[in-house]
């Protein structure tokens, strides 16, 4: 089978989705795969992001992840969105970054490949399931081929049960979660290579 190259791209205000990037990416990389942790690039005003401590902590935590390139999309065969959800949609960071692929989109580039998307929000009620599906019409534009956890193991719903995308309130990450997390990440794997062969 061929090697699942797995994208895993995040944005993090505060740190939640951070932690979900890292355990993701230490899962699909037991699972076998060739892994890029990127980070998406702030588009905040830097006095904007200054004014607020922990904001200005967790971009000073992911320095060194590389920034997510157009090269970091076509190089993968597979894809694990992550973002916080604003207002039910993706963070205007993570969206300023997809509104650039459209190049790629137009050439073929981001089609025949995988998804798979998880959110945090401020509480339960805070838009989880629409970010996360916001985020699969994208990739159905693209041509993807949604890779959703569903309940096809019984961490998803230890987690709380998003059959979409693991989802999480801010701040709580657990141990619960991280369990769904690498799920989620080594089914990501499994098809990715399944379809890539």
């Given amino acids: 089978m061929t090697q699942a ?32 942790l990127r980070r998406i690039a702030e588009t905040a005003p830097a006095e904007v992001v200054a004014g607020q401590d922990a904001w200005k902590a967790q971009l000073d935590k992911v320095q060194d992840i590389p920034e997510v390139s157009h090269d970091d999309m076509e190089w993968a065969n597979g894809y694990f969105f992550i973002s916080p959800t604003r207002y039910g949609a993706v963070a205007s960071q993570m969206r300023a970054f997809i509104d650039t692929l459209g190049g790629l989109w137009f050439a073929g580039k981001l089609a025949n490949k995988t998804f798979t998307a998880t959110t945090s929000a401020q509480n339960a009620h805070g ?31 230890e987690a709380g049960g998003n059959p979409y995308g693991f989802s999480t309130n801010a701040g709580a990450l657990d141990d619960k979660g991280r369990a ?4 989620q990440a080594k089914r990501l794997v499994e098809m990715t290579a399944k379809l890539a062969a």
């Fill in 5 to 36: 190259r797995i994208a895993i791209v995040f944005y993090s205000t505060y740190g939640t989705n951070h932690q979900v990037a890292l355990a993701a990416a230490e899962a699909a990389r037991a699972a076998g795969a060739d892994v890029r």
């Fill in 127 to 157: 838009g989880q399931e629409s970010t996360i599906l916001g985020l699969y019409t994208t990739a159905m534009h693209w041509g993807a081929v949604i890779v959703a956890p569903g309940f096809t193991d019984a961490s998803v719903a």
């Fill in 180 to 183: 769904a997390v690498a799920h």
